[in-house]
């Protein structure tokens, strides 16, 4: 079972990247998917999560109104889209499979993705 995270790279302040999240050895068509970030120096944290059907979506405060997450069943893809970058967005992306409870905590996932670096200068 693995998560591949892709589509990070480096972007001016102000910029947009896309990240994708495909599934492959089995399907998460039924569980919530998150993405979380750790920046240098920093711990783990929530970014955004989606339900299994796109109907419910959940944001931090930091990225609420600027980043958008989606999901393509038929791929086992889900998506991250992030506008209005900022230079502290910089960190490792990562994509994760929900299992149980709050959805914010990395303890909830147990399937991760190996991350994709997002850089963003000023």
């Known amino acids: 079972v693995q998560l591949q995270a892709s589509g990070g790279g480096l972007v001016q302040a102000g910029g947009s990247l896309r990240l994708s999240c495909t599934a492959s050895g089995r399907t998460f068509t039924n569980n919530v998917m998150g993405w979380f970030r750790q920046a240098p120096g920093k711990e783990r944290e929530f970014v955004t999560a989606i339900n299994w059907n796109g109907g419910n979506t959940y944001y931090a405060d930091s990225v609420r109104g600027r980043f958008t997450i989606s999901r393509d069943r038929t791929k086992n893809t889900v998506y991250l889209q992030m506008k209005s970058l900022k230079p502290e967005d910089t960190a490792v992306y990562y994509c994760?499979?929900?299992?149980?409870?709050?959805?914010?905590?990395?303890?909830?996932?147990?399937?991760w993705g190996q991350g994709t670096e997002v850089t963003v200068s000023s």
């Open positions: 994760a499979a929900h299992r149980s409870g709050s959805y914010i905590y990395q303890e909830s996932y147990n399937y």
